[in-house]
């Protein structure tokens, strides 16, 4: 297989775990780390925060800013602990429009500008963008080729959200239009991912990943002991004294593919307690 660069990140494949909020926990990252993601994305984190990030998968760790306030020193502080940055222009969540983040900030290509400069200026790692399509797409871009390593490309509409079908040819365009490495990002799963590895750099999977961390090793031919489940999930969250309203999310996400699905998730929407959730597992 060909050298996989971002940068100075050499990667040993091209299948990415997408950023999602709520989903990516440090727990979840581990596993699809373990099971062969090439790269592992953080949730939107904003440089304000003041929770305390976990960040033992050195993952590629997604900012989301409507200004340059507090970049400089929060990078300073996990510079070392990242394997890239990403700023978020994709993000379509009513949050988003009411902040004024994510692809509400496509207009403002001032503030854009501003922001990957001085991500640019805080780090040696990667620097990476990712984009929905919008009239402003193309203008943000030519930007992005002055500041970053990489472009991921969502190619739905603010409007669409997550639903509907992505206008994979809007994609190709960019694509054609830049010499930047691409990643694609929308609906891909074990069906279409090869396929699209023909267009593009490098693949993020999503929903196709959520409570299946198993779909990398299927991708990449990794031989694992097991198959991954909710218990190793499970062994890791309280490792890490994950919440147990984050638990409880994942143990409905990992009922995917199990026998009994739907009666599984009945039953989980009333725990209280771990070992509720272990009784509903065994």
């Known amino acids: 297989m060909k050298t996989l660069k971002i940068r100075n990140l050499e990667l040993k494949n ?18 699809c780390k373990k099971a062969g993601a090439g790269l ?12 305390s990030l976990v960040l033992d998968d050195s993952p590629a760790l997604q ?6 306030k507090g970049i400089k020193e929060f990078i300073k502080k996990y510079n070392t602990q990242v394997s ?11 949050t988003a429009r009411k902040l004024g983040f994510g692809v509400f900030m496509h207009h ?30 193309l203008k943000i871009l030519r930007i992005a080729e002055k500041y970053c390593d990489a472009i991921t490309i969502h190619p739905r509409t ?11 040819e809007f994609a190709e365009k960019i694509k054609s239009k830049t010499k930047l490495p691409v990643i694609y990002s929308g609906n891909v799963d074990e069906n279409n991912a090869k396929k699209l590895l023909e267009k593009f750099d490098f693949i993020m999977i999503g929903r196709a990943a959520t409570g299946n961390p198993n779909i990398f090793a299927k991708l990449t031919g990794k031989k694992l002991e097991k198959k ?46 771990i070992m509720d959730i272990k009784e509903v597992y065994n």
């Open 14 to 31: 091209p299948y990415f775990l997408a950023p999602m909020a709520e989903i990516n926990d440090i727990a979840f990252r581990m596993l």
């Open 40 to 51: 592992t994305y953080t949730g939107m984190i904003n440089p304000l925060t003041q929770k």
């Open 63 to 68: 900012l989301f800013s409507t200004s340059e």
């Open 84 to 94: 890239l940055l990403d700023f978020n222009l994709g993000c379509p969540a009513k």
């Open 108 to 137: 403002e290509l001032d503030k854009i500008k501003d922001i990957l400069k001085i991500i640019r200026e805080s780090t040696d790692k990667p620097l990476t963008i990712k984009l929905r399509k919008s009239k402003y797409t």
């Open 158 to 168: 603010q409007q669409q959200g997550y639903s509907g079908k992505p206008d994979l």
């Open 228 to 273: 991954i489940d909710f218990f190793d999930y499970l062994e890791l969250a309280e490792k890490y004294s994950l919440p147990f309203k984050q638990i409880k999310l994942q143990a409905m996400n990992f009922t995917k593919g199990q026998l009994g699905a739907t009666e599984m998730r009945r039953k989980l929407i009333k725990v209280k307690t």
